[in-house]
């Protein structure tokens, strides 16, 4: 099985277009340009690009669920895929700008919105979404993240259901490895699940070709981590995207 993350950025592409844009009077911010046709260009690119790769498993963060670029990326990946919002009630609208959100191929779930679970509504912000982990499935928790400040409160709820189940966490956590203040949240939640970071074969940084923000914590046995710079060297994202290779059978880590 193969999972794939990218942080998105809003299908505005990478910061340095966005900013040269913004300088042009094109785009304010993201909620201005939700609708512009240019993130129609960047999500086709996306769409095309994932579809080759034939992954299991897609998240992506940054999304914005009623977007016109959300909307086309979803129709295209319709065939192929389920579409997961996170579990949040009615704080799905259109105030939500920043959302994580999964696809995942039809031939290993079937549409049943009980396998997708988040955090409330934290600021219009919902910043994980999670399958698997029941009883009747096959597969191992799965967690797409992005954090800003609510690391620690999804620590918190996790903490018991990830310490004795295998699990995989990937995404942005916006931790960088290289700075102690910085890393040590997501240090804490190394040792609070009694798991480890699994960093990517190349140690390539992860965010505009210079921080490793984008990581990844398991218990299972056998993950491997790859890092495909593509999106941001090709102006798709400011993030690079990650790879996560998972073995057949899930053995747990002691």
Not at 71 to 94: C, Q, R, T
Request: proline share 3%; charged share 30%.
């Amino acid at each position: 099985m193969r999972i794939f993350y990218l942080n998105i950025n809003s299908f505005l592409g990478d910061s340095s277009i966005k900013k040269a844009l913004a300088e042009r009077g094109a785009l304010n911010c993201i909620r201005e340009c939700r609708n512009d046709r240019l993130n129609l260009i960047i999500a086709n690119l996306l769409f095309e690009k994932i579809k080759t790769e034939k992954y299991d498993i897609v998240f992506l963060s940054e999304f914005d669920p009623e977007s016109m670029a959300a909307h086309y990326f979803k129709e295209k990946m319709e065939d192929d895929y389920v579409y997961g919002l996170p579990n949040a009630g009615n704080s799905i609208g259109s105030t939500i700008y920043s959302v994580t959100v999964c696809f995942l191929k039809r031939k290993i779930c079937d549409n049943r919105s009980d396998k997708y679970e988040t955090n409330k509504n934290v600021e219009n912000i919902l910043t994980w979404c999670e399958i698997g982990g029941k009883k009747e499935n096959i597969l191992p928790y799965i967690c797409g993240v992005h954090f800003g400040n609510y690391m620690n409160t999804w620590k918190k709820n996790r903490e018991i259901i990830y310490k004795n189940n295998p699990f995989i966490v990937v995404g942005d956590f916006n931790a960088n490895k290289m700075k102690e203040e910085s890393n040590k949240p997501f240090v804490d939640v190394c040792d609070s699940f009694k798991a480890q970071e699994v960093v990517n074969k190349q140690e390539k940084p992860t965010y505009r070709g210079i921080t490793m923000i984008d990581r990844v914590i398991t218990n299972i046995k056998g993950i491997e981590v790859e890092a495909d710079d593509y999106y941001y060297k090709n102006g798709l994202s400011d993030h690079a995207a990650l790879i996560v290779k998972v073995p057949e059978v899930i053995e747990m880590t002691e």
